[in-house]
């Protein structure tokens, strides 16, 4: 009965390599979101989804590529992997816009880049 | 535009004494404002919320905060900390409609001494 799940929970790959994370959340909300925590904890929003649409695409290279299939599910590409993208990944939820957009978070992904 | 500011990168107490992490928020609309709980190796949870109504809040775990609009001030308070409580903690503002993104505040470090 986990709300947001993620996998893979690690993830070590070298780099140049192209690799994938997956989310989904059972909670019914409408927005999805990305972000990324460096090794000082920084949480940084990378995107977000709502329904589907692409609403926040933050200053991110253009090599990490979201995609959701349907709105319970937000998958986060990314293509060339480099050593500065060694990090936590963390998918949110919440209710939706216009809501106090309370952020409920999956486990993390924890990617080493090599 | 909204911004979190979180007063102390790390913040040091012993078991029984209070625990206060500061926050202070600017946002040009009334705002919502959240306080964050991650625990090592795992995703934030919500430990309380304000939005609307009374201005002092409980959250879990005997945590509460109060929201002080003459101070922009959001604080986190427990009046007796356990070892249980070491953590890293976020504050978090965002507001209704318009630009609803939470804004994360850089997390503070809670330790907890015997």
């Known amino acids: 009965d986990t709300a947001v799940s993620q996998t893979p929970k690690y993830l070590v790959t070298q780099m140049g390599n192209d690799k994938s994370i997956k989310c989904e959340q059972n909670l019914g909300h409408d927005t999805m979101y990305w972000y990324k925590q460096d090794s000082k904890k920084f949480l940084k929003i990378m995107f977000s989804y709502n329904n589907k649409e692409l609403i926040i695409n933050e200053t991110v290279p253009n090599r990490f590529s979201p995609k959701s299939p349907d709105k319970a599910h937000l998958n986060l590409h990314i293509n060339s992997l480099e050593l500065g993208d060694s990090a936590v990944y963390f998918c949110?939820?919440?209710?939706?816009?216009?809501?106090?957009?309370?952020?409920?978070f999956g486990p993390g992904t924890r990617l080493t880049v090599l | 535009a909204q911004s979190v500011t979180q007063l102390g990168s790390h913040v040091s107490v012993s078991e029984g004494a209070l625990v206060l992490l500061r926050c202070n928020y600017s946002s040009s609309v009334p705002p919502y404002l959240f306080w964050y709980v991650q625990y090592p190796n795992q995703g934030l949870q919500l430990l309380l919320k304000?939005?609307?109504?009374?201005?002092l809040v409980k959250g879990i775990n005997g945590f509460e905060a109060e929201f002080k609009k003459s101070e922009t001030s959001f604080h986190l308070t427990k009046p007796s900390a356990h070892m249980s409580d070491a953590a890293e903690y976020f504050c978090?503002?965002?507001?209704?409609?318009?630009?609803?993104?939470?804004?994360f505040g850089r997390g503070t470090s809670l330790i907890v001494h015997p």
């Open positions: 304000y939005t609307t109504g009374a201005t």
């Open positions: 978090a503002v965002s507001r209704s409609g318009g630009s609803y993104i939470p804004t």
């Open positions: 949110a939820s919440s209710g939706g816009r216009g809501l106090d957009n309370e952020q409920f």
